[in-house]
């Protein structure tokens, strides 16, 4: 096999790790299968959208007894907020749980400027944290790039962290070069030469042409393969190749070059707060390893494996998920109650 042909097939591996979603556009467009039902219900309540500090305007939805300690849900790349159809029905029992479509995806605007970086991000989920929670504080999830974000408001805005944002939960991140290691090739093939953000969109369309001159569901392969336990059903494999292939095209150029070069080990001592590091045991993308080195990082924090899951726990164990989840909320509530006191 040849050596362009060699990289480029690694690079559509590892780009299955960020989504699949090339993989899944081709896949799509050539067999046409109908849509799944979505995954349960998105939260029933459409909330007024917040306007990030840029303008971009996000995009929330709600459940739960309106007053009760807040839980804010952050996505991973090109995803939506439907990520959490599983999820949020057992949390918003006991909480007012919030989810969000970062900026260029889902039901938010296009970003403001085209910025789609990681910081522009953080940005997003403070404007999100201080529409929701106007007093108190809020336990911020993130997943993935989600967890990127929250590394990334610690950064610029750390003082949130013990007065709005009371405790987080990292799912499926690393510590070095966040992504970059898990990435491989694709890294190489996707970065921008010199700044140059049409660099980067024609290594993209390499990845999207080269697939779909592939046969068979190769998006639904390597999807499974690279973010998936070995227990998904295909109905969890198809909604997560349909959301990002979805995705705008943005998300798939100027994102995952940010995504791909941003570097955040600095800011993780500035997340002061209680922290949960969650990863899936058959996590491809940031391996347990992985979840290990940041937990050790990290301030304060404590590491839970998910058994039989890979990159999207929230899919492919939402009851274990919750049950950690809620424990950790309410354990984050009275130590910051009894530190009031």
């Known amino acids: 096999m040849s050596r362009k042909r060699t990289a480029v097939l690694s690079a559509a591996v590892a780009a299955g790790a960020l989504g699949a979603g090339l993989l899944g556009r081709a896949a799509l467009r050539r067999h046409r299968e109908p849509e799944h039902p979505p995954l349960g219900d998105p939260p029933p309540e459409q909330l007024d959208a917040v306007t990030s500090l840029d303008g971009t305007m996000l995009s929330l939805r709600a459940a739960g007894p309106v007053g009760a300690p807040v839980i804010v849900l ?34 938010s605007t296009a970003a403001a400027h085209g910025d789609l970086s990681l910081r522009a991000m953080g940005r997003d989920l403070v404007a999100v944290v201080e529409a929701v929670v106007p007093t108190g504080a809020a336990v911020v999830v993130g997943h993935s790039m989600g967890a990127m974000a929250l590394l990334a408001a610690a950064e610029q805005r750390p003082e949130l962290f013990g007065t709005r944002i009371a405790g987080v939960a990292l799912i499926g991140v690393a510590a070095d070069d966040l992504v970059r290691g898990a990435m491989g090739s694709v890294a190489d093939l996707v970065r921008p030469r010199l700044g140059s953000i049409s660099a980067a969109a024609r290594r993209v369309d390499l990845l999207r042409r080269a697939v779909l001159a592939s046969p068979g569901d190769v998006g639904g392969i390597v999807t499974r393969l690279t973010q998936f336990g070995p227990d998904a059903s295909p109905h969890l494999v198809e909604h997560v190749v349909q959301l990002a292939a979805a995705a705008r095209p943005e998300v798939w150029t100027r994102g995952l070059a940010e995504v791909l070069d941003v570097d955040l080990r600095h800011a993780i001592p500035r997340v002061s707060v209680p922290a949960l590091v969650l990863v899936g045991e058959h996590d491809r993308v940031t391996p347990p390893a992985a979840a290990v080195e940041l937990a050790g990082e990290l301030p304060n924090a404590r590491l839970v494996v998910l058994e039989s899951a890979g990159h999207l726990p929230m899919l492919e164990r939402p009851e274990t998920l919750a049950t950690v989840l809620r424990e950790f909320t309410r354990e984050v509530l009275a130590s910051g109650q009894k530190g009031a006191a």
Do not use: I, M, N, Y
Request: glycine share 12%; net charge negative.
């Open 74 to 107: 952050a996505h991973g790349f090109s995803l939506d907020l439907t990520t959490w159809g599983l999820l949020w029905p057992e949390l918003a029992k006991e909480f007012r749980v919030v989810a969000f479509d970062q900026r260029s995806h889902g039901g």
